[in-house]
């Protein structure tokens, strides 16, 4: 093997090293990314159920003393 | 990415907790809604009972105030109802929102009508303690007499007290008011004995001719009374000196929130918004948070698709959801909140 075909072989090998590497930082990009929605969506999911809960308590709270004010 | 996993892994243990306080919630919402029927039976009851009677004004107030426990008391009933059907983990739609509004500014309207009509017969008794001579239609002659405390015998009207020594022309009767009282041990009518009263223990601890009489006795009792009733009320006065100052703060507070009541009465529900700024500010705040909420989950459902897509995040549909954060935040929502949710998704 000529030394410029070993070159072009090494160049080849180094290439497909570098796309399987790439790959793999991309899947674990992509991993990220959904880790980081599903995330996004629980937290929202929580505020949403923690202000509801909070609204909740807060009627609760006002029919309790309005019920003490209609009370003789 | 472990990171991103162990905050999952807390916003699952959150959700866990969030389903307690939910249960919890639940629960007192069940004993609130009995605690709302009977208040509801109640208020019906008593509604019934004023309608029976005969009209006057003093029943007209208490009609009023009968229907208005009624409202207020079906109010509380709808307001829990709603609470009921309301699906804690979605965000609530604003038609909802705007459904809760509404009967929670009818909720506020009928405290302010209901207390405008219960403070006017506290007010007349604060001004009748305060000054008597303002408050209409009650002369000194109308003023019910207080009880004695601790007396029980009826009481008599006094005469003049004999004079010492006097003998009346027509001998009484023994035993009669009026006449000396029979000693123990002694017959009525019968001559005192010579030497004195005796041994015995009136003897030793003798009586004055007046104490010796029922009549005597009677007005002796009632001048005690009346002084300790007096010193009494003196040691009440001195130990609430500031009572005076407090019925008149009381009285003052009360007006002032008679005045500013006073235009509700009568008008329509949807003004209530306009006139209780504090009431409504606080449900108008709470309205936006979750309304802002409701936005960012429309916008972040575009934002998921993409992301199911395994592109990466899209910076239109980014900026269109912080824009939609932006608009909420302009309508009023707390701030802090929002700088939260955007730091989510600053990240």
Known sequence: MSVYAAAADGAQTVRRYQQLRLNEVLENAQGNIADAGELQKRQLDLLIANQNLQFANDIMTLVLRNISQLQP | MSDIREQI???ESERDRLA???QDMMRRLVSTSKQAEATLRYAEKELRRVESLPASPATERETLMALLRCEGARNNLMLLEKLKTMEIDQALTPSAFQHFDEILARTQFIAAEFNVVRYEPILRAIDAVLDPQKEEGVSPEKVEEVPLKGGTAPVRPIPPPRKLGATS????PPNKVGSPRALPGTRPGTPPRPGGLGT???ARNPVSPMQRTRVGTERLSMESQLQGRLEGVLKEAIADAEVVDKLKTLRDRVRDVQASLAPLRGDAPGVVSELLPDATAAIRQLSGKVYMVNRAIAVLGDLGQELAFESPV????????????????SAGNSSDRMERIKGLFRR
């Open chain 2, 200 to 202: 015995g223990p009136l």
């Open chain 2, 314 to 329: 899209a910076d239109e549909s980014l900026t269109r959801f912080l824009q939609a954060l932006e608009e909420g935040d």
């Open chain 2, 9 to 11: 892994k807390k916003a």
């Open chain 2, 20 to 22: 307690h306080m939910r």
């Open chain 2, 169 to 172: 022309a027509f001998p009484s």
